[in-house]
């Protein structure tokens, strides 16, 4: 799907009237090729917190402008210290480059007990919030509140964040847990020997999955209705995978998942659950159908799938369960109260699973996508599309494959310490949180 108003403002003409008007001007995003640096100009790291060793690894040098800016301040331990932010990013915001990344740290302020302190990192999120809005030419800003005794937990959370993959996400808060961690044998294919499960892969957002997950070493089982069986087996050829036609809906489908993983694979290392539908309309004009069919789809079925996953062990060691939500499931769309409601639904799974999933030594996290680019999005009237594309910090819708990376970031074994997290990928979206 393409974005008419990106093209006319990245063109000649199209540079000169926005400028003229006053017109939001999308900047051309710096997205992930293989090959190419992380970022497009030098990293610059301060603070003085208790992660320098680990940032030590990521700070590089060389001409500016700068590619990103990052600043430990997990030693903020009260409202007076958050003077050390304007002193660190006043005199260099200016020389981050265009899709130039700025990256905060801090403590968990709920497992702090200082009264001063917890006021100082909570307040860190306004501030990366605001930085966002700021930054201009595609450049994004984040929070990672980092545990104590989870320093050598972040690196995965760092290759993410401080690099192309993330082009889409700004605005966010990240916690990076205890936990025992394995890093991959290569980190260009992380997810080498690992097998993944992605629910509605026939296109959209379930394709740039598939093609993410296997792009990172993983062999994927596409999972869609017979329905769409030509394109469920074009997208399984494609990435070198699997194709499995099944309704995640029907009454079996949870034992025939299990039967089939354990028979072929003895197991599973990554689950995501993308298939979704909607059914749009108003809440007095829905039918019972219509409401049942989404919940049934987009929350009921995963609920049931991760059931029979975990009684069974389905799941194997470090294993991952991700869902995708949406930010209708945060900030709530007219039409969408069934949509709305199955996708918050999907953020109280992550949330309520968390410390069962940890307890094996497992995850379970969401993605929240919001304006993307597909065929679903296409169907929406011109200018409520326009609008959706243009109601973020960014200007512009995003691309399946920006949803794909955050959960190929989630599924690396080296991210077992990022558990309960819903990430949104929608550009800093001024709706909701």
């Known amino acids: 799907m393409s974005d008419p108003y990106l093209q006319f403002a990245q063109s000649g003409l199209g540079k000169f009237v926005v400028g003229r008007l006053g017109l939001p001007k999308p900047a051309k995003l710096r997205r992930h090729r293989p090959g190419q640096p992380p970022l497009a100009g030098p990293t610059l790291i301060g603070g003085t917190g208790r992660l320098a060793s680990v940032l030590k690894g ?220 909607t059914r749009d309309k108003t809440l007095a004009r829905m039918s019972e159908a219509q409401w049942d069919s989404v919940i049934a789809v987009n929350l009921a079925s995963q609920v049931r799938v991760n059931e029979a996953l975990l009684s069974t062990n389905t799941l194997r060691p470090n294993g991952r369960i991700i869902g995708v939500s949406s930010i209708a499931g945060i900030a709530g769309n007219v039409g969408q109260t069934n949509y709305a409601t199955s996708k918050a639904g999907v953020i109280g799974m992550v949330r309520s699973m968390a410390p069962e999933l940890a307890s094996r030594g497992c995850t379970i996290n969401a993605v929240a996508p919001g304006f993307i680019e597909t065929k679903m999005t296409a169907a929406v009237p011109l200018f409520i599309r326009q609008a959706g594309r243009l109601m973020n910090s960014m200007s512009q819708g995003g691309l399946p494959v920006d949803v794909a990376e955050t959960i190929a970031w989630y599924a690396n074994p080296a991210s077992t310490g990022v558990n309960g997290n819903v990430v949104r990928v929608c550009g800093q979206s001024l709706l909701g949180a």
Do not use: M
């Open 58 to 277: 990521f700070e590089s040098s060389g001409d500016k402008p700068y590619g990103a800016l990052v600043f430990d301040a997990t030693g903020i331990d009260n409202p007076e210290g958050l003077h050390a932010l304007h002193s660190f990013f006043n005199p260099v915001i200016r020389e981050l480059g265009p899709s130039g990344r700025v990256l905060v740290l801090g403590t968990p302020p709920e497992e702090l007990t200082e009264v001063s302190a917890v006021i100082a990192q909570r307040a860190l999120e306004g501030f990366v919030r605001s930085v966002g809005k700021e930054l201009r030419a595609g450049g994004t800003a984040q929070l990672v509140y980092v545990s104590e005794g989870a320093e050598q937990n972040l690196e995965s959370t760092l290759r993410f964040l401080l690099s192309a993959k993330s082009a889409y996400v700004s605005g966010q808060v990240v916690r990076v847990g205890t936990a025992e961690v394995t890093e991959p044998a290569d980190w260009a294919k992380p997810l080498a020997g690992k097998v993944a499960l992605v629910t509605g892969a026939s296109r959209g957002i379930g394709a740039a999955i598939a093609e993410v997950l296997a792009r990172d070493g993983a062999h994927v089982v596409c999972l869609d209705i017979a329905a769409q069986g030509s394109e469920l087996s074009e997208v399984a050829n494609r990435v070198g995978g699997s194709s499995l036609q099944l309704d995640i809906t029907a009454p079996d489908a949870p034992t025939k998942l299990v039967e089939y993983f354990k028979l072929r694979h003895e197991g599973v290392d990554v689950v995501v659950h993308n298939a979704g539908i």
